[in-house]
T-cell receptor, first 113, second 113 residues
Framework: AQSVTQLGSHVSVSEGALVLLRCNYS??????LFWYVQYPNQGLQLLLK??????LVKGINGFEAEFKKSETSFHLTKPSAHMSDAAEYFC???????????FGQGTRLTINP | EPEVTQTPSHQVTQMGQEVILRCVPI?????FYWYRQILGQKVEFLVS????????KSEIFDDQFSVERPDGSNFTLKIRSTKLEDSAMYFC???????????FGEGSRLTVL
């Protein structure tokens, strides 16, 4: 069965520093991959998605992610962290033809001033 | 901007009571979902609904759970006899296409005493 693993339940970076949130997937066939963000007391919002087109995907708020099949990874990055980026980030996967989106455990991002 | 709305935002109930959580998906969407998030844990898939029927459900979605789309606008999740372990945040989501962006509501927090 497909799944995603997020390395690090909590990541802390300084404002202006690089953000790197790690996600690895396990799937026997090419999946569709997503990153969602959850701000406090809100629902989940799509940041970006990979659907087998370009391997480097750009999303909202300056985030991007690169699909690397050889590493089964889909890490999320942002060159310069902003205080407003503090939130919980979820990697998710869906297999072609399946209905359900499977989420990783989530990574809480804290931004230090 | 269209959004998914959920009611109630918070419900407290006694163990064994029936609970109905309501959702109004985005009007032209075709795929509907319920997810839940137990405090401190990952977002878990419960059920997907398409073409007026359940298209996929998880092991969590047992006989105590049911979904309905009674009037073409509302999408409800019913828990017949709540248990303590049903305490969680329940998220409704909708999508206009398969593997498209899921739009999430802000969630309904259920507390079972």
């Amino acid at each position: 069965a497909q799944s995603v693993t997020q390395l690090g339940s909590h990541v802390s970076v300084s404002e202006g520093a690089l953000v790197l949130l790690r996600c690895n997937y396990s799937s026997s066939v090419p999946p569709y991959l997503f990153w969602y963000v959850q701000y406090p007391n809100q629902g989940l919002q799509l940041l970006l998605k990979y659907t087998s087109a370009a391997t480097l995907v750009k999303g909202i708020n300056g985030f991007e992610a690169e699909f690397k099949k050889s590493e089964t990874s889909f890490h999320l990055t942002k060159p310069s962290a902003h205080m407003s980026d503090a939130a919980e980030y979820f990697c998710a996967v869906i297999l072609q033809g399946a209905q359900k989106l499977v989420f990783g455990q989530g990574t809480r991002l804290t931004i230090n001033p | 901007e269209p959004e998914v709305t959920q009611t109630p935002s918070h419900q407290v109930t006694q163990m064994g009571q029936e609970v109905i959580l309501r959702c109004v998906p985005i009007s032209n969407h075709l795929y509907f979902y319920w997810y839940r998030q137990i405090l401190g844990q990952k977002v878990e898939f419960l059920v997907s609904f398409y073409n007026n029927e359940i298209s996929e459900k998880s092991e969590i979605f047992d006989d105590q759970f049911s979904v309905e789309r009674p009037d073409g606008s509302n999408f409800t999740l019913k828990i017949r006899s709540t248990k303590l372990e049903d305490s969680a945040m329940y998220f409704c989501a909708s999508s206009g296409q398969w593997a498209g962006e899921l739009f999430f509501g802000e969630g309904s927090r259920l507390t079972v005493l």
